[in-house]
T-cell receptor, first 113, second 114 residues
Framework: GDSVTQTEGPVTVSESESLIINCTYS????????LFWYVRYPGEGLQLLLK?????QKGSSRGFEATYNKETTSFHLQKASVQESDSAVYYC??????????FGTGTSLLVDP | ETAVFQTPNYHVTQVGNEVSFNCKQT?????MYWYKQDSKKLLKIMFS???????VNETVPRRFSPQSSDKAHLNLRIKSVEPEDSAVYLC?????????????FGPGTRLLVL
């Protein structure tokens, strides 16, 4: 079946430092799945951070970026300079055309002020 | 702005009881989902419904049964709950199709089985 593997947390980063959360996927139900990063901020529900549906394309939102790499089957999340408000749990996920999302285990990020 | 609503927020019950959770979406989507988030925060699909038709049933125990009255509602009933059912249950919705499948999530229902 489909699977997603991401950086195991918790990850602690100082404010203004750079961040990378690794994500690799294996999709057996579909050749080129849609890829997502979801985020859950403290006290809030799960929400979409960014989405990319075309291999080779980059998605960006709130200063975060992720590039869909079909050669390495990766979708790493990066930010050049994190802020304390970025502290949250980040989930990488893939979709097989709407049937379901397959999530990674989530990465808890804590940004030290 | 919430557009996927779940009730209740929290429910405590005893082993063997029956519980029901409700989910409603106001986004006009045609596909709805139930996910389970366990104590290790792992999110796994349970059911997917498209236009009131079940399209995904992921090896969920038979005591779980989804119920869809229309495209905007998808409820979840658990007959005779067991301790391992303690979890957060997340409802989500989306449009059907490869380029429209961004899912929007509700706040979740936390179930504690004593």
């Amino acid at each position: 079946g489909d699977s997603v593997t991401q950086t195991e947390g918790p990850v602690t980063v100082s404010e203004s430092e750079s961040l990378i959360i690794n994500c690799t996927y294996s999709a057996t139900s579909i050749a080129y799945p849609n890829l997502f990063w979801y985020v859950r901020y403290p006290g809030e529900g799960l929400q979409l951070l960014l989405k990319v549906i075309t291999a080779g394309q980059k998605g960006s939102s709130r200063g975060f970026e992720a590039t869909y790499n079909k050669e390495t089957t990766s979708f790493h999340l990066q930010k050049a300079s994190v802020q304390e408000s970025d502290s949250a749990v980040y989930y990488c996920a893939l979709s097989n055309m709407g049937y379901k999302l397959t999530f990674g285990t989530g990465t808890s990020l804590l940004v030290d002020p | 702005e919430t557009a996927v609503f779940q009730t209740p927020n929290y429910h405590v019950t005893q082993v063997g009881n029956e519980v029901s959770f409700n989910c409603k979406q106001t986004l006009g989507h045609d596909t709805m989902y139930w996910y389970k988030q366990d104590s290790k925060k792992l999110l796994k699909i349970m059911f997917s419904y498209n236009n009131k038709q079940l399209i995904v049933n992921e090896t969920v125990p038979r005591r779980f049964s989804p119920q869809s009255s229309d495209k905007a509602h998808l409820n979840l009933r658990i007959k005779s709950v067991e301790p391992e059912d303690s979890a957060v249950y997340l409802c989500a919705s989306s449009f059907w199709g490869a380029n429209q499948d961004t899912q929007y999530f509700g706040p979740g229902t936390r179930l504690l089985v004593l």
